[in-house]
């Protein structure tokens, strides 16, 4: 144990002062409650020793019955007729409230003592939509097919011996395919679906299933070049193509709720199915924290935030940079054993920070048990070892890094289950299907699901990245925090949707095991065992945040039939295309993303039944106004010059003239970042430009520091185009220094200062960085 407090100075360590063990308590004191005087007293006893409403705890406490208890809180705590166990009201009226309604009224006809249950779930149910404010999109697979048959009829006059038996539309959930049957059936003499609504070339049927799969309609022509056949997209015919899809999707939204009887049946629907849940306000107000520092005082939002991650399912903790997380993970995890709700915590962490989260966690807690791996225990010869100690110890806490927690395995067999599910409803959707008339689906679609599928499970058996150790399983763990989330976001998802910025169906080998391990916690958790905490949960793509209710809600959000990103995206989402900047900069695309969400009420309520969301405005921190600056400058003619060679590159490439090794779009665009940073970057024998942003933002940084050299202050200035591997003539950060070179009067000693690499390195660089001993860091400081 640590009797001292050190500080840094000079060359070495320096005694600042005792340890504040001599002088003060370090560690909360646990004080237990023996008795109350009231009901609501012994609630809040129970909720903060018990994690629940123990009624016989609380009638021990408050020396009456449980009848007595029980009586005196009628309204407060109510008893769940499915579990028939009592709940307090916060979380017994939160939730699925529809459901829970519908339950209530079926106990109460023979059990009367229900009837306050139904009382007071009536006065929380959500208002009813309107029609006006509910948006339906071709796609959406709540809607019936029957409805979508229905309008293709009346839309495109389809024959009535044709419509609903050679002509017609069915939905597969096992994929999340639309398919509409026979659309060449009617493809003769009908201009509705020829010209109207259709083009020759794309008659308005493929036009119609186009859309119900969220999929923009490409023409492409088929021509021969070198003897051999090559498709090409039509332009021209694609435009009018996706116009004539336009005019169909206009048409169905003013049509869907024309008819009285079908806009009262979808508005009954949408309520029972998205309007139904209300969010769970979290109050961690009477959480004592025992074994706590008493030197730190949680704020309350950090302790609503504990209260989240205790009483609640899978937890996201969205919150703002500097909002706490940190200590939020720690007091619920340490909380989560002393209530018993845990017995094995793990945090999977960046691997830079497992320890400095290992000393925050004992800042924190000082008399924790904690466990926090380094970079030689997950070495192939200590590996084995440190899992076993994971195995085998009664740990507060276990701290690991991202790519620590990577090699320790799932079981293999809990690995190919999890896919060969989803290979077996295929399987057996396909030989359902076979059986009544596969002519009316596309098989062949689902065959090339399944594909995907077996080469995932091949991918996700490749073990060469994983020791034969303990199985994740095997650990105990039965609580997971995640640090810094976002890094798995690249998860495998299927869709239908086409070149639409922002969705990759490409698979992170990290993010389908997080997913799977997600899923173990979530089998012998009942869904309470993950946390996650970033404070950019959706940071580049609508995507993300269907990627994160994947994590935490999967049980729900299948439950609502959401579990294809389809589904979810036909219901919450729509792509937009847009006229944008082509990555060389001489010209304009049209380009489709994934970018707005409608029925937004509905979304964040599902969404926030996990997701405990606190933003810079929300929270008010105490953070310096920052003061922007923006340097507008004009490109020399060398620059202007290699802007066009860009353009000129970036057409062949996507002509398909260049081998993608030699050149392609991603080595174009970062030519682009180092022409407008300085030319000398792309060549050295290129003339320094005056006006270069290397040269504006030496001779303001040098400004600043002649003007504030009193104060002895220190200046970050962040490079982009560092490239550690080469000759330091070619990085942004030298080409600084020799500006700053010329800018500087005799005397003066500065030192360039490549981004820190080895701990010890790295420490050294930020004591550096200390007031009055540098003027920059990261590019340039003061000897």
Known sequence: MSVSVFGTGGRGRKLKRKADIFTKRTIRKAVPVTSVDTASEALAVSIGERAKVDVPFMAELSGKTESEVTEELAGVIFKNPLTDQWEASDEYLSG??????????????????????????????????????????????????????EFMGELFHTPGHLLGNQIDVKYAKVNGQWNISGKSADSRGNSLVTATYGTQRASGYRLLEDALNLKDTKIFDTIVEDGKEKRVLNKKETMIAQQKQEMIKEAFK????????????????????????????????????????????????????????????????????????????????????????????????????????????????????????????????????????????????????????????????????????????????????????????????????????????????????????????????????????????????????????????????????????????????????????????????????????????????????????????????????????????????????????????????????????????????PVPEAEYINEVLKPSGEQQDLVSSFAERAEIVRAGNVDPSRDNMLKITNDGRKCALDQRLINDMLPDAEESKVNRCVNNAFDIWDKTSADKGTQLIFATCLRRKTTARSTSMTTCGRSWWRRESPGRKWRLSMKPGRKRRKRNYFQRCAPGRCVFCSVLHRS
């Open 96 to 149: 699925n409230v529809r459901e829970k309604l519908t339950v209530a009224k079926q106990f109460a006809e023979n059990h009367p003592e229900y009837r306050i249950n139904v009382q007071a779930l009536e006065r929380v149910q959500p208002k009813d939509l309107e029609a006006s404010e509910i948006e339906v999109r071709l796609g959406a697979t709540w809607v019936d097919p029957a409805y979508i048959t």
């Open 254 to 621: 003013e049509w869907i709720f024309r008819d009285i009887d079908r806009r009262e049946d979808l508005c009954r629907k949408y309520n029972d199915l998205f309007n139904s849940v209300r969010p769970r306000e979290y109050d961690g107000s009477h959480i004592q924290f025992a074994g706590m520092t008493p030197e730190i005082t949680l704020m309350p939002h950090q302790k609503n935030a504990v209260a989240h991650i205790l009483y609640g399912n899978n937890t996201l903790l969205a919150h703002c940079v500097g909002a706490g997380k940190t200590f939020q993970m720690i007091a619920a995890g340490m909380e989560s054993r002393r209530l018993g709700l845990a017995q094995k915590n793990l945090y999977v962490v960046p691997n830079h920070l497992t320890e400095q989260w290992g000393s925050d966690f004992l800042r924190l807690y000082p008399g924790a048990n904690v466990l926090v791996a380094t970079k030689k225990d997950f070495e192939p010869a200590n590996r084995k070892k440190f899992c076993s100690r994971i195995s085998t110890g009664d740990y507060d806490a276990v701290i690991i890094g991202h790519s620590q927690f990577e090699r320790i395995p799932l079981s293999r067999e809990r690995q190919i289950a999890a896919i060969e599910r989803q290979m077996n409803d295929i399987t057996t959707a396909i030989a359902e299907l076979a059986e009544e008339e596969g002519t009316r689906y596309t098989i062949k679609q689902m065959e090339k699901t399944k594909k995907t599928l077996e080469t995932r499970l091949a991918k996700l058996n490749d073990q060469s990245r994983k020791d034969d150790v303990v199985t994740f399983e095997q650990l105990g763990v039965d609580r997971l925090f995640v640090d810094e989330s976002h890094n798995y976001k690249n998860m495998f998802l299927y869709t239908k949707m086409r070149n639409v910025a922002g969705i990759s169906q490409t698979d992170a080998q990290k993010s389908s095991d997080m997913f799977m391990k997600c899923q173990y916690l979530d089998e012998i958790t009942g869904g309470k065992g993950v946390t996650f905490a970033t404070g950019t949960p959706v940071s580049n793509s609508m995507v993300e945040l269907y990627t994160i209710m994947r994590y935490l809600q999967y049980d729900t959000i299948q439950r609502m039939g959401l579990g294809h990103f389809d589904s979810w995206a036909a219901a919450f989402g729509e792509t937009v295309t847009s006229i944008e900047l082509s990555p060389e900069g001489t010209g304009y695309r049209a380009k489709t993303r994934f970018a707005r969400f409608f029925n937004l009420p509905e979304l964040i309520a599902l969404f926030k039944e996990s997701a405990d969301i606190q933003t810079a405005d929300m929270l008010d921190l």
